[in-house]
C-alpha cells in the first residue's frame, strides 16, 4: 500500500518554539533560523510531492533532490525530484513547471533555493526574499550553475508549495557551517529540512 507523505503540525510547532528561544547549535550543525507558522490542517496528507533544488551547480542540484526524495521515502512517504522527470539540466520556468504538474499530477512542491539567489534587480518590481513566489514570476537566476560555497555559512530556504492552489503555504530557513565536501552539507540539509515537513 502507498505511503502517504504528511506534515507533521507538531513538529513544525516545535520548531517554531525552538526559534523563539534562540537556542544555540553547536558548529557544524544545522540551525533553523526562520519558519513559518505550522501549516492549516487541510494541507496535510499530501501524496505525490514534486521536488526542486535549484541551490548549486547542476550536480549538487541533482544531488539535492536524490537525497531529499531517498529521506521521503525512508520516512514512508513518495517524492520525485524535478531532474527525473525535465532532464539532466533541467532548466526551472513556469511553463516546464505547468508542463510537469499537469502530467504527472503533482499535489504539493518542495523548492530548496541558497538565500539571497533571486535579485530584484534583474526585474525591478518581481517580489523575493519571503515574497518570493514561484507561480508568479520566472527567476531565471536561479538557473545559473553557480557552486555551492563549502567553506563559508549558507542560508538556505526550503519553501512548500500547494499545487491546487498555486501558493506557497509553508517555508523555513536553515543556515549550515563549514562542511568537507557539498555531499556533506547536501545530506545535512535535507535531514534538517525533511525533519520539519515529513513524518
Known amino acids: 500500500m502507498e505511503s502517504i507523505v504528511r506534515l507533521n503540525l507538531f513538529t513544525l510547532l516545535a520548531a517554531a518554539l525552538l526559534m523563539t528561544a534562540c537556542a544555540t547549535t553547536p558548529q557544524n550543525a544545522s540551525t533553523i533560523i526562520r519558519t513559518m507558522p505550522p501549516v492549516a490542517a487541510e494541507y496535510q496528507g499530501f501524496t505525490n510531492l514534486l521536488v526542486i533544488s535549484v541551490a ?28 527525473t522527470v525535465i532532464g539532466r539540466r533541467p532548466l526551472l520556468t513556469r511553463d516546464a513547471l505547468d508542463v510537469v504538474l499537469k502530467s504527472r499530477g503533482f499535489d504539493a512542491i518542495l523548492l530548496v533555493r541558497e538565500k539571497g539567489q533571486e535579485r530584484e534587480a534583474l526585474a525591478p ?4 526574499g519571503r515574497d518570493f513566489d514561484l507561480f508568479g514570476y520566472d527567476y531565471a537566476e536561479l538557473n545559473s550553475g553557480d557552486s555551492i560555497r563549502q567553506s563559508a555559512a549558507i542560508t538556505f530556504i526550503a519553501e512548500l508549495y500547494s499545487v491546487a492552489e498555486r501558493k506557497k503555504i509553508w517555508s523555513l530557513e536553515s543556515l549550515s557551517f563549514d562542511k568537507a565536501t557539498a555531499t556533506d552539507l547536501i545530506d545535512e540539509q535535507a535531514v534538517t529540512i525533511s525533519r520539519q515537513v515529513f513524518t
Open 125 to 128: 518590481g518581481r517580489p523575493i
Open 56 to 83: 548549486g551547480d547542476f550536480q549538487s542540484r541533482q544531488l539535492f533532490e536524490r537525497r531529499f526524495v531517498d529521506v521521503t521515502a525512508d520516512r514512508g512517504g513518495k517524492a520525485t525530484g524535478y531532474h
